[in-house]
Nanobody, 125 residues
Framework: QVQLVESGGELVQAGGSLRLSCAAS????????TGWFRQAPVKEREFVAA???????YYSDCVKGRFTISRDNAKNTVYLQMNTLKPEDTAVYYC???????????????????WGQGTQVTVSS
């Protein structure tokens, strides 16, 4: 089992920046693909970004150019740097991990076996 714990969410003004962290514990994180998803009130969960073990990245169109996903394999931690935040970025952000590496299917939540509890990001206008 892999346990994921997100942190870094808070209230920020539009145009500001935040960095979310996702720390993994339990079984080794080695070789796992990871991703960030988010869910706003009364909306369905949506894909944000994904990164492979070797560092391949993929972003949703709504965050491309503003968000950067990265990982520190030695620390078993994945990050999401969010810049130029907009009110529509307000959501609970979830980290997810899957044993299948690679970017194929990385946008599909059901392909991930492990999920964190989420961290709230609120962007005020």
């Amino acid at each position: 089992q892999v346990q994921l714990v997100e942190s870094g969410g808070e209230l920020v003004q539009a145009g500001g920046s935040l960095r979310l962290s996702c720390a993994a514990s339990g079984r080794t994180f080695s070789g796992y693909g990871t991703g960030w998803f988010r869910q706003a009130p009364v909306k369905e969960r949506e894909f944000v970004a994904a990164i492979t073990w070797s560092g391949g990245r993929y972003y949703s169109d709504c965050v491309k150019g503003r968000f950067t996903i990265s990982r520190d394999n030695a620390k078993n931690t994945v990050y999401l740097q969010m810049n130029t935040l907009k009110p529509e970025d307000t959501a609970v952000y979830y980290c997810a991990a899957r044993r299948l590496d690679g970017l194929g299917g990385a946008t599909i939540g059901s392909f991930y076996e492990y999920w964190g509890q989420g961290t709230q990001v609120t962007v005020s206008s």
